[in-house]
């Protein structure tokens, strides 16, 4: 069984550029690892089949098997799809195959052989043309033509076979294994006029979901996965749901859940005290902090989050300030830079947080939570010079340059059309590009000198670890003091 369509969310899991599905790939298959291409491809085929299951029942209405073709191309992908029809067929489907260009390979030959011998048709496609319509010929479409390796334009037949898919064409429900046939495998079917790609009913995704499942508009997404170890899910940093029971397949999305979504939302917010996950991406030990200097820390652990892909923007930190009253407002701002000194961000000096900041001490946390990791700091505040402000402002994009002039920050506003009009009088005032535009006096940067940076990693039960530096005053000549705090 797989979960209930509003249980899961695509948007909290993974996606995998074409690069990195090769990378993972070839990961599962080295020599540490040892996983054969026959291995993934037995276990990506059932998850196919599987998920097709899940929603396309063996018997269809009016008692009648449901009939399957599954399309098969060359390469894997195809494997793919000859593992799902042999297992399809033992499911209680009416399975035939069409493999319009066979690879002589042994694996690919035994694949054949064993379809074949559970007399499982194999069926040329000029003569699946010729007797009508796929819609009458065929319940449900495995379409297992073209795998995330597939570059170019299709060759004949496989450009006739996409044709007939096509939404245009009227074909019968198709379910896509890992990348709907024809769609550029990070940017989809976006780039294409509308009809000119097949929209399939149902994908499934394999390991992870490639870029191009962003795209993707139908009933049906589901992902087959379990086989990925926690060796590959922690190298590559994937976000994977969990599956249920024993399962080979879950459901991450599609449109045939948005029946469910407003019950779901409902469910949840009944249900927020009970939202945990359990913290075990690692650990801190002493040994491995003590003589550092933690902004050499952060630095690591900073890079760590950059090339983890944790985020779009793993430099958004949360700074907290307070008034002259003691009252504290906090807010996302992204962080422009760090060296010795501490950390740099940029903003209006005049809006609240630079009132606030005035008082010469801020606090920021960073949460990167794919890596299960956050950084605490506190320190005293300055201005950066105004040189240095200066060079930052104009290495911003033009527009950004413009619209710290156009921006009261933190003012009132009468509304949009009173900024758009403000903004068009100074895109009209600046519309010279060979004249740069002044950096305001109202605009720069903030240094925060830190005495206190807490490294955090999450661990199981709550009990977390957290290893703190601090020192009396933002001084070269104070030692940092390394200590751990309970969680």
């Not at 940092?480 to 969680?487: F, H, S």
Request: with cysteine; glycine share 8%.
């Amino acid at each position: 069984m797989a979960t209930t369509a509003a249980s899961l969310s695509s948007d909290a899991i993974s996606f995998l550029s074409q690069a990195d599905a090769i990378a993972v790939d070839q990961e599962l298959m080295g020599s540490v690892l040892g996983f054969s291409v026959d291995q993934l491809m037995e276990l990506a085929g059932l998850s196919a089949a599987c998920s097709l299951a899940a929603e396309y029942p063996p018997e269809a209405p009016g008692g009648l098997l449901r009939r399957v073709l599954v399309l098969a191309g060359p390469g894997n992908n195809g494997g793919d799809g000859l593992v799902a029809a042999r297992h399809l067929h033992h499911f209680g489907y009416d399975v035939k195959v069409c493999y319009p260009k066979p690879t002589d390979k042994p694996l690919y030959n035994g694949l054949v052989k064993q379809i074949s011998s559970l007399g499982i048709p194999l069926v040329a496609w000029h003569d699946l043309t010729a007797a009508g319509p796929l819609s009458a010929q065929a319940d449900v479409v495995v379409d297992a033509l073209f795998g995330f390796s597939f570059s170019g334009q299709p060759r004949p037949p496989f450009d006739d076979i996409i044709r007939a898919l096509l939404p245009g064409a009227s074909p019968p429900p198709i379910v896509s294994v890992d990348i709907p046939s024809g769609w550029h495998v990070e940017q989809g079917d976006s780039g294409a006029p509308p009809g000119a790609c097949l929209q399939p009913d149902m994908l499934v995704s394999l390991t992870a979901p490639k870029m191009c499942a962003k795209y993707f508009k139908g009933a049906h997404h589901y992902l087959g996965g379990r086989f990925v170890p926690p060796a590959v899910r922690d190298r590559f940093q994937l976000i994977l749901p969990p599956y249920p029971g024993t399962a080979m397949c879950v459901r991450i999305g599609g449109t045939a859940a948005d029946s469910n979504k407003a019950a779901a939302a409902a469910a949840a917010q009944a249900k927020v005290a009970d939202m945990r996950i359990s913290y075990e991406r690692g650990g801190l030990q002493e040994a491995d902090f003590a003589g550092r200097d933690p902004l050499q820390l952060f630095d690591e652990w900073f890079k760590a989050a950059v090339t983890g892909k944790v985020c779009e923007e793993p430099n958004a930190i949360s700074l907290a300030s307070t008034n002259t009253e003691g009252r504290p407002s906090v807010r996302v701002v992204l962080l422009k830079g760090y060296d010795q000194r501490g950390f740099v961000f940029y903003t209006n000096y005049a809006s609240r947080k630079g009132d606030d900041l005035a008082n010469g001490h801020a606090a920021f946390s960073i949460y990167w939570e794919k890596l299960q990791r956050q950084v605490r700091v506190e320190g005293v505040v300055e201005k950066v010079p105004e040189e240095e402000s200066t060079e930052y402002f104009h290495s911003r994009p033009r527009g950004s340059q413009i619209g710290a002039w156009v921006s009261s920050q933190s003012q009132p506003c009468r509304d949009r059309e009173e900024l758009e009009a403000r903004n068009l009088e100074l895109q009209q005032r600046f519309s010279d590009a060979s004249q740069p535009v002044p950096k305001p006096p109202h605009w720069g940067g903030y240094l925060i000198r830190p005495t206190s940076i807490e490294f955090w990693q999450g661990r199981p039960s709550r009990l977390h670890d957290r290893i703190r530096f601090r020192r009396a005053a933002p001084s070269d000549s104070e030692a940092w003091v390394m200590e751990r705090l309970q969680p």
